[in-house]
């Protein structure tokens, strides 16, 4: 597929999907919906993939959703119960597309730089990580608009920083600079720049492909259950778990690779059918 509003790049098992129309800001209309799934779903299916970097050109990450991804079939076309239908499932494909990043079978890394808005929070907030620049900042849009957040701000926030914070946040749609989001462990760290963002982002993800893939898709899926559910839970959902896929050759390879001296080399996942 061409895309008109990414670009994706792969090499050595990490691939870079950019956000390439920083001249717009890298607003969202319904393009972008379109060709960010399929690019995720490009990148999840091949199996040699064992990490996802997600940056965008220009000075800002995303302005967030463009209005035009509201529009759709009129709904004075229907009465009102069936026009909710159509919005209802409008709104589940949107926040879907965001919710494709916790199931992908990597870990995805966001690099992020000026302003992240609206939908572009909820599109770090699915991410594994986030890392920014110094002018970064965040903001929930939606209530300065007179929306409530709605593809996935709401949900995943109040589990990345304080609750107090997060309601803050969402009722006042205040922006939040790079230093409080450091302070608060909404990002990793701040780097000076994009380009010394970009390359330690890339860096890290490069140090994840190294890692065998099973044990990190392993992680990760296990990670999301856990947040979920309870520690009980959890705990005998992974018994499960690891009785499936805990039959690899990775414990082997790796010894194999440490008796002679060498790093590990271990096999990709299979792609997806």
């Given at each position: ?76 076309d229907w009465d009102r119960g069936r026009a909710g239908e ?159 896929l805990g039959q690899g050759e990775e414990i082997a390879t ?20």
């Open positions: 597929m061409n895309y008109t509003r990414l670009t994706l790049d792969i090499e050595h098992h990490v691939a870079h999907l950019e956000l390439s129309r920083g001249e717009e800001y890298n607003r969202m209309p319904p393009a972008f919906w379109e060709e960010f799934p399929a690019a995720l779903e490009a990148v999840d299916r091949r199996g040699d993939v064992r990490a996802l970097v997600i940056s965008s050109s220009g000075k800002h990450f995303s302005a967030g959703m463009d209005v035009s991804a509201f529009t759709g079939t009129r709904a004075q159509i919005a209802r499932r409008h709104l589940d494909r949107l926040q879907g597309v965001f919710t494709r990043l916790e199931t992908l079978r990597m870990p995805v890394l966001a690099a992020i730089q000026g302003g992240c808005v609206g939908g572009g929070v909820d599109l770090v907030a699915a991410c594994d990580a986030r890392y920014c620049t110094r002018d970064a900042f965040f903001c929930i849009q939606e209530i300065n608009i007179g929306l409530a957040a709605d593809v996935g701000t709401l949900q995943r926030l109040p589990r990345l920083i304080p609750d107090g914070l997060m309601r803050e946040l969402a009722y006042t749609g205040r922006r939040m600079a790079a230093d409080e989001a450091l302070a608060r462990g909404l990002v990793n760290a701040v780097f000076d720049d994009q380009v010394a963002l970009v390359a330690h982002v890339m860096d890290l993800a490069r140090e994840i492909a190294r890692k065998s893939p099973l044990a990190v898709m392993s992680t990760k899926h296990l990670l999301n259950y856990g947040r979920d559910h309870s520690v009980a839970d959890t705990l005998a959902y992974q018994q499960v778990w690891m009785g499936a790796y010894f194999r690779a440490k008796a002679a001296g060498t790093e590990p080399e271990f096999r990709d996942l299979p792609p997806l059918d």
